[in-house]
């Protein structure tokens, strides 16, 4: 029972930290493209790469390394908590 609710609290992190950095917000993710473009800052050569690659635009590209970012962070704390389980 205790596993299961520290398994729902890192999820609703992981939702958390994914709408914080603008993953679910297209707003913000659109103002975030327009201004990089005004300021003239060039994409990032991999999310230029994964653009042409997969066809998307820049908003999905960012949303999608937002969601995995939020997720490699889910995974990092779980594997934290094993390593400290298991010692």
């Given amino acids: 029972m205790q596993e299961r609710k520290c398994e729902d609290q890192l999820a609703k992190v992981v939702r958390t930290r994914s709408e914080s950095c603008g993953a679910t917000d297209e707003r913000l993710n659109r103002i975030r493209v327009k201004g990089n473009k005004a300021l003239g800052l060039p994409n990032h050569p991999q999310i230029a790469a994964v653009m042409e690659k997969a066809e998307l635009t820049e ?25 400290q389980r298991i010692r």
């Fill in 59 to 83: 908003e999905e590209v960012n949303a999608f390394v937002a969601e995995e970012t939020a997720w490699s962070h889910f995974r990092a704390h779980t594997c934290s908590r094993v390593r």
